[in-house]
């Protein structure tokens, strides 16, 4: 069992930067797979980053690319999401999410365990 909560959504200017934290509990953390999703209203959830328990290797929907950074402390138990160039469309709910095994999937369903989300909204 993993336990996860966000923190530091808000609101942004175009342009502007956030920095997501998602704090895990339980054990094995590190053996984990990573991620952070995002839904806005009216839409389906929507990959946007993940990483390996390790931090070796990332993966990026081509929308962040350039602009998001994932990474992950394991000493500490968190996963990090630096969002650069924040842009209105960024506008969503933000959700970290963790799965066990090697691979990471795009799509919500294959990940095992969700956090609360937390509201990331970016004006033009």
């Known amino acids: 069992q993993v336990h996860l909560v966000e923190s530091g959504g808000g609101s942004v200017q175009t342009g502007g930067s956030l920095r997501l934290s998602c704090a895990a509990s339980?054990?094995?953390?590190?053996?984990?797979?990573m991620a952070w999703f995002r839904q806005a209203p009216g839409k389906e959830r929507e990959f946007v980053a993940a990483?390996?328990?390790?931090?070796?290797?990332?993966h990026y929907v081509d929308s962040v690319k350039g602009r998001f950074t994932i990474s992950r402390d394991n000493a500490k138990n968190r996963v990090l999401l630096q969002m650069n160039s924040l842009k209105p469309q960024d506008t969503a709910v933000y959700y970290c999410?963790?799965?066990?095994?090697?691979?990471?999937?795009?799509?919500?369903?294959?990940?095992?365990?969700w956090g609360q989300g937390t509201q990331v909204t970016v004006s033009s």
């Open positions: 999410a963790s799965r066990g095994g090697p691979n990471y999937y795009s799509d919500a369903d294959s990940w095992d365990y």
């Open positions: 339980g054990r094995n953390f590190s053996s984990y797979f």
């Open positions: 990483i390996n328990w390790k931090g070796t290797n990332t």
